[in-house]
């Protein structure tokens, strides 16, 4: 039997969708990481480098007090982001967006295999379509907690759109992973 074609090209158009909210989460992942990073090389460094400076060179008690003071004024800064990480979750949302980008890049493997599929016969494509539809109606529901803005939609519509080198429906281009001046897949 014969797949019919709108039920290949919701797979496909899942896909896209997936691939671009995985992409999304993955670029949340890194920043947070990055933030991660630096809070952490902070809480090390600074005493260490007090340590190392103080160790090293043999400071006047003046010089060693202007030390301890820049050392006191990032220990502060330390202190303060380190409670806005724990009052924020960084923690927690890095874990989420990691699983999620996992999860979403998963359900755009499979979407896209399950599009391309010659090998099945109607009622298994159905039956793996609806377990399909199934987790990402699950996957949208905790995904959609964490709010898009207008900006990441675009981006993942634009990278979505690249990855399977379709036509935005607004512009008729095949993005780049440059913005341009669309509405759907720009800005």
Not at 128 to 140: A, H, S, Y
Not at 171 to 178: V, W, Y
């Amino acid at each position: 039997m014969v797949i019919p074609p709108e039920k290949r090209r919701r797979c496909n158009d899942n896909a896209l969708h997936s691939f671009g909210t995985a992409y999304i989460f993955e670029k949340r992942a890194s920043s947070i990481r990055k933030s991660i990073n630096l809070l952490t090389f902070l809480g090390i460094a600074t005493p260490a480098m007090v340590g190392a400076v103080i160790g090293t060179f043999s400071l006047s008690p003046q010089n060693t007090k202007y030390v301890l003071i820049i050392a006191g004024i990032l220990g502060l800064l330390q202190l303060v982001l380190s409670i806005w990480a724990i009052v924020s979750g960084w923690n927690d949302r890095l874990s989420y967006y990691l699983e999620s980008k996992s999860a979403n890049y998963r359900l755009a493997d499979e979407f896209s295999q399950l599009a391309n599929s010659t090998s099945l016969s109607e009622a298994d494509f159905e039956t793996r379509l609806q377990v399909l539809d199934k987790e990402m109606t699950i996957r949208n529901d905790l995904d959609n907690r964490h709010n898009f803005s207008d900006k990441e939609k675009r981006m993942g519509m634009r990278v979505g759109l690249r990855q399977y080198q379709r036509h935005c429906v607004k512009c008729g281009q095949i993005p780049s992973l440059k913005p341009s001046n669309c509405d759907v897949c720009g800005k």
